[in-house]
């Protein structure tokens, strides 16, 4: 249902949690492709929109199976005679600065694994199976609170062979990104659908609502855009057991 468009300035690392409360992902086309040339998803991180708002039990590793197949030929057929990209150097300084103040930081400040358990809390408190207005609200400002104390991270493993503290700490900055984007798509659905429930908008709103989201990133925060559902043979219908 929420798909992120990676079509933008930041490019955060295309992996939803593993909870599946929204049928989401990087969205791609059949094969694979995003908006990026030369850039591919499947299984879990994409999004190719042969779900809807719900997915049946054991249906990703299908989805894996088919859509990773048909990804890895047409990137295959993609890269040939192509020569190899250049980095730019603007964004490689970028990062290696970045790298050298986590390593060569000092030993004040906030720890990643705390900041993450933290963040996974209070998602699944605020921003669960049952939502609404209140709860998605305050949970974007928590995540801001947090996107803020992630700025003063500080290691205690400063080697530089198989640092695990500084994969979380990398890490932590996508996941705050993808639970902004997963907070603020939900807040902007005023309905229900499939695993999407808003307690003070219980029904389902295909009047206005029968739509895709389409999160992008902006330096103010998730900027969402809608794109129609295509139809075929089978219309929506509502789900009763």
Not at 163 to 184: G, K, R, S, V, Y
Not at 187 to 209: C, I, K, Q
Request: proline share 5%; glycine share 8%; charged share 25%.
């Amino acid at each position: 249902m929420t798909y992120l468009n990676i079509d933008m300035t930041k490019q955060p690392v295309p992996v939803r949690p593993g909870v599946h409360y929204l049928m989401g992902g990087v969205k791609t086309d059949v094969d694979g492709a995003t908006s990026i040339p030369g850039l591919y998803a499947a299984g879990e991180c994409a999004c190719v929109s042969v779900h809807g708002g719900n997915r049946l039990g054991a249906n990703s590793l299908l989805d894996t199976l088919v859509f990773g197949q048909r990804s890895g030929a047409h990137a295959a057929a993609y890269s040939r005679g192509r020569k190899a990209p250049r980095a730019r150097k603007a964004a490689v300084a970028e990062d290696e600065s970045r790298l050298k103040s986590l390593l060569e930081g000092t030993d004040e400040g906030e720890r990643a694994p705390l900041l993450r358990r933290e963040m996974g809390m209070m998602m699944d408190r605020y921003v669960g199976i049952y939502r609404d207005k209140d709860n998605l609200t305050h949970a974007l400002q928590e995540i801001a609170a947090l996107r803020q104390r992630s700025q003063r991270l500080h290691l205690h493993d400063k080697g530089k062979l198989f640092n695990t503290d500084l994969l979380f700490a990398l890490e932590l900055e996508f996941l705050l990104d993808c639970a902004e984007t997963i907070a603020a798509s939900a807040l902007a659905r005023e309905e229900s659908r499939g695993a999407h429930f808003r307690t003070d908008f219980p029904d389902r709103n295909d009047e206005d609502w029968l739509k895709h989201t389409l999160c992008y990133y902006t330096a103010d925060g998730p900027r969402l855009d809608f794109l129609p559902v295509t139809i075929t043979q089978w219309p929506p219908a509502e789900r009763t057991y």
